[in-house]
């Protein structure tokens, strides 16, 4: 069974960094398209970053130059760096794996 689990989340003031982490499990991590998305109360569900089955990496417009997605195959951790937070940031992060999402870590940007 493919599981995953995401952790690193917390409370940071705005422009404090975050590094979330996912530890996966049950698939070929290393040639695994991932994902990180977050739902913040109220709202749907967005995708904040991609990496492909090759390295290749996409970022919502929102998060872009600020957040950086990456891969330790030798750990089966998916990473996302998370820099100048905003209060906007504010949700619950959950990484992905096709249809697979695993429980969610809960960032929080406020002072």
């Known amino acids: 069974d493919v599981q995953l689990q995401a952790s690193g989340g917390g409370l940071v003031q705005p422009g404090g960094s975050l590094r979330l982490s996912c530890a996966a499990s049950?698939?070929?991590?290393?040639?695994?398209?991932m994902k990180w998305a977050r739902q913040a109360p109220g709202k749907g569900l967005e995708v904040v970053s991609m990496i492909s089955n090759t390295g290749i990496t996409n970022y919502a417009d929102a998060v872009k130059g600020r957040f950086t997605i990456s891969k330790d195959n030798a750990n089966n951790t998916l990473y996302l760096q998370m820099n100048n937070l905003k209060p906007e940031d504010t949700a619950m992060y959950h990484c992905?794996?096709?249809?697979?999402r695993g429980q969610g870590t809960q960032v929080t940007v406020s002072s």
């Open positions: 992905s794996y096709f249809r697979f």
């Open positions: 049950g698939l070929t991590f290393d040639i695994a398209p």
